[in-house]
């Protein structure tokens, strides 16, 4: 007899992050009580005893354990490829859930046909509203004012405001164009049609690739306020590290590179060194100062 189909399957990739993985999953079976799942972690080598740590003490969840950092897409298509819950979370072990984040979800999808894929409220741990849960797609010029800094400068201007849509209330209910990957509630029909993450990207962009692939397909993606979850070394402890960065700007420029290069070549590359540099200028300045 053919086994039933969870209602869930929830993927982690995680690497070098034992204690926040714990605390993400304990969260995570207070939420899904009650409710059918499946859980994988997929972990990318990690060095602090992550996978030993979750074969003593949480024995229902299942482990695919890399013997090298493979990124974030290719690790999560690991255990995409093993999912079998009707819908699929892929969801940052850095991250406490709700108890109510599931329930309130699935109502969601339930009273919304057209909804293929959503995300809740993020917030950071200080309380805060965290932007980098919804976004656009960056086309060229979106990306523009989000490398050059005017989005930051300006949040609340449809124009320069585009690629967080900062302008927006974060405590209404729309659709928008993508969603954080660090948590991204998808329906697993849309995504055997649409296909997995490309893993040509080995650490950001891919969710937004992903959710324009949602896009094109005419499918509606969703951000839904009426529950929150915690995400505790999200963008407020990134932006301003020169690594993250280069490392973000350099997966912009493939995405640009896969959608745009044949009309934008010139103006992508030059849009990408700027930002760089820019933002560059402006951290090498602020540590000299604080020192």
């Not at 209602?7 to 993400?24: C, D, F, G, P, T």
């Not at 850095?94 to 959503?118: G, H, I, N």
């Not at 449809?158 to 209404?172: A, M, R, V």
Request: hydrophobic residues 40%.
């Amino acid at each position: 007899m053919t086994e039933a189909r969870p209602r869930i399957s929830v993927v982690i990739v995680s690497y070098n992050v034992k204690a926040y993985l714990q605390q993400a999953l304990h969260s995570l079976q207070r939420a899904l009580q009650g409710i059918s799942h499946e859980i994988f972690v997929v972990d990318n080598a990690s060095v602090d005893g992550t996978v030993p740590m979750l074969r003593r003490r949480f024995p229902d969840v299942i482990v695919i354990e890399n013997q090298e950092n493979v990124g974030f897409g290719r690790a999560n298509n690991q255990a995409l490829a093993r999912a079998r819950g009707e819908f699929v979370v892929m969801i940052n072990p850095d991250t406490v859930v709700q108890e109510d984040t599931f329930r309130k979800l699935l109502e969601f999808f339930e009273r919304t046909p057209d909804a293929a894929a959503a995300t809740c409220k993020i917030i950071n741990p200080d309380g805060s509203f965290s932007v980098d849960c919804r976004h656009a797609i960056p086309t060229p010029m979106v990306a523009f004012w989000k490398v050059t800094g005017l989005s930051r400068l300006f949040p609340h201007s449809k124009i320069f405001g585009q690629y967080n849509l900062t302008y927006l209330d974060p405590d209404e209910t729309y659709p928008v164009p993508a969603v954080s990957g660090s948590f991204m509630m998808v329906k697993r029909q849309v995504l055997e049609e649409v296909g997995f993450f490309d893993e040509r990207f080995f650490m950001y962009c891919e969710d937004i690739d992903l959710c324009y692939r949602i896009n094109l397909k005419g499918y509606k993606i969703y951000y839904v306020p009426t529950t929150q979850i915690i995400h505790y070394k999200g963008e407020s402890t990134k932006k301003n590290n020169l690594d993250y960065v280069i490392t973000f700007n350099r997966a912009l420029y493939q995405f640009f590179q896969k959608y745009y290069a044949s009309s934008y070549g010139f103006l992508i590359r030059w849009t990408i060194v700027l930002g760089i540099v820019l933002r560059g200028v402006f951290i090498f300045l602020r540590n000299f100062f604080r020192e």
